[in-house]
């Protein structure tokens, strides 16, 4: 393009006058004084014709071109200034011919172009009404043109001003793409002219707003009205609401009729919620909430709803060492105590029978609407199997069960599932005194069992193991008449005398002062285990199971013997008998209760 400057000046240069005389002279010749003073004249003109611009201004330029970079603007200097394109939005990209409002920045750069700026005459066209809104903190109207680094830029007035992130909103916004291309309503807050920085807060907007309508709402506000507000904050023990203008506080325990961990259960922050004024305090300013107040307090037809006897499902919520709580419905909960969980288990938890979370089928025992307690039952769906219990197991009947669990006074049998019953030690066997009932059965064992005792209303089964074969001591006077002479084994020794093994599974004790040893040995040494020896029958005690026999007897003259045997029969003080061997302790006499 060719610059205006030079075609102005070939056009006045290049021979081109005015006066006749002028055009007719040769060249070399001098002219005259009219030619030299009627160029003079026009070269004023032409300097009278550029506009006296000056560095800093806003001037008025046509557009002569577009570039892919830039905007090429007569300005009427001698050369066409230059404007980065962009400065201009896509939307508004100028034309050719155009005339727009440009900023001199520099008269001549190190190119010899002018410089100009279109965003800086804009900004200076509107200085001073931006001057004057920031002075009377006027509220503007501006549009959201693109996100940046820590926050928006937004049209203001046609200016570009920055909103910081923390200005957008009363709460931190999180997607700050969403508000491109939406209007807000601004304050300027911060204004650097040299540098053309505008800020601006869409937030003191929004502030001043919610002090209107505290206002507002102070006076209207009252105890008992439902309010609609928004979540704003969630912590521990509540939520606080915002109800336009004032939190309020919507305590947990007031969230819901049922049972609430935390309240983001519930609600979560920026919910809509309907809420019910509970308490007021307006010269405080303090507000509480409640939400479970909008619906009927669900304890009001309790009665009707869960009538005693009644089959509810619900879902266990809470486990303790006496028993489980069921929620039966929001704000309805019952017990149902570790001793209603089964007819025939003695439950130690009631974890063993659910776990929380579980949704269980239970009956309604009691209502206590006063004390908003129920108490619930687990077994009683089930009937009671204690009730046909003596028509299952008639006293007498022999059964065979399996050894679950062993005492030291003990054996307990279960006889079918959650039905036990127990044998005594001293039910064990006919023939022993027994230390421990491991001596005779083991965990496990199956076992033939004659029921001997049924108590209902305890749930006591007594059984008997020895009573399911015949009692050997109901022959033992045959079998051991007295003076009789047995071949027998020694099971034992002792300072108080030797226990024998006689036929059919019985023992026999033979005193020490009826044994005939060494001077010199004790009788563990005398008779060790299994030695062979004779002894003679003196007594048969089928009572404390005990038979008394003599191996001195054995060996003595026939005269001496005699004389012996009836001195011995004559005793009336306490004979030395197996059972004082093997004592059992009183206490493991007395049969205790049955365990499960």
Not at 519 to 532: E, I, S, W, Y
């Amino acid at each position: 393009m060719s610059n205006p400057t030079e075609d102005k000046e070939t056009k006045y240069q290049g021979g081109e006058l005015p006066d006749q005389d002028v055009a007719n002279a040769s060249p070399g010749e001098e002219q005259p004084d009219s030619a030299t003073e009627a160029v003079d004249e026009f070269a004023q003109l032409y300097n009278d014709s550029l506009k006296n611009i000056t560095e800093g201004e806003v001037l008025k330029g046509k557009v002569m071109g577009v570039t892919p970079t830039d905007v090429i603007v007569d300005i009427g200097f001698k050369s066409d200034g230059i404007i980065p394109l962009m400065e201009f939005d896509v939307a508004e990209r100028p034309q050719v011919g155009e005339e727009i409002d440009v900023y001199l920045e520099s008269i001549e750069n190190q190119d010899g172009q002018v410089v100009l700026s279109k965003e800086k005459a804009d900004f200076l066209k509107v200085w001073d009404t931006i001057k004057e809104n920031f002075d009377i903190q006027a509220v503007l109207e501006g549009k959201v043109l693109r996100k940046i680094k820590g926050g928006l830029v937004v049209d203001l007035l046609g200016v570009e001003a920055f909103l910081p992130g923390s200005q957008i909103g009363l709460r931190k916004v999180g997607d700050m793409d969403a508000l491109v291309g939406q209007g807000l309503s601004l304050k300027i807050i911060k204004l650097n002219k040299r540098r053309r920085n505008i800020v601006v807060s869409h937030r003191i907007v929004l502030e001043d707003q919610r002090e209107k309508q505290r206002g507002v709402l102070v006076a209207e506000l009252d105890k008992g009205q439902v309010r609609e507000g928004v979540v704003k904050n969630i912590t521990d023990f509540g939520a606080f609401i915002d109800l336009g203008g004032i939190d309020g506080l919507l305590h947990i325990t007031d969230m819901s009729w049922g049972r609430t961990s935390h309240p983001s259960e519930v609600l979560s922050i920026g919910d809509r919620v309907k809420v019910k004024i509970l308490e007021f305090d307006r010269e405080r300013q303090r507000v509480s909430l409640g939400l479970k107040q909008l619906t009927p307090h669900p304890w009001e037809t309790i009665e009707e709803k869960y009538p005693v006897g009644a089959k509810v499902r619900g879902k266990v919520v809470s486990i303790t060492n006496y028993g489980a709580f069921i929620e039966l419905e929001k704000g309805v909960e019952g017990l149902v105590h570790i001793s209603e969980m089964s007819w025939t288990r003695a439950v130690k938890h009631p974890s063993k029978i659910v776990a929380i979370g579980d949704s269980v089928e239970v009956v309604v025992l009691k209502v206590d609407k006063e004390n908003e307690k129920i108490s619930l039952g687990l077994k009683q769906l089930e009937p009671d199997p204690w009730l046909s219990i003596e028509g299952r197991y008639p006293i007498g009947s022999r059964i065979t069960g399996r050894v679950r669990n062993i005492a030291n006074f003990g054996v307990f049998v279960e006889l079918e599932e959650g039905v036990d019953g127990l044998v005594h030690i001293s039910d064990l066997t006919w023939t022993r005194r027994v230390k421990h009932p491991t001596e005779i059965v083991k965990k496990g064992d199956p076992i033939e069992v004659v029921i001997l005792n049924i108590d209902k209303e305890g749930r006591r089964i007594s059984l008997g193991l020895k009573q399911a074969h015949p009692n050997p001591w109901e022959k033992a006077d045959r079998l051991f008449p007295a003076n009789k002479i047995l071949e027998v084994k020694v099971l034992s020794s002792g300072e108080r005398g030797l226990t024998l093994e006689l036929p059919e599974g019985l023992e026999g004790f033979v005193p020490a002062s009826e044994v005939e040893k060494e001077a010199d040995k004790k009788l563990d040494q005398a008779f060790p285990p299994g030695m062979a020896i004779k002894a003679k029958v003196l007594r048969v005690d089928p009572a404390n199971l005990r038979v008394v026999l003599s191996q001195k007897a054995c060996s003595e003259p026939p005269q001496e013997k005699a004389e012996t045997s009836q001195d011995f029969a004559e005793q009336q003080g306490p004979v030395t008998t197996l059972g004082e061997v093997t004592e059992i302790p009183e206490a493991e006499k007395t049969k205790p209760e049955s365990e499960n």
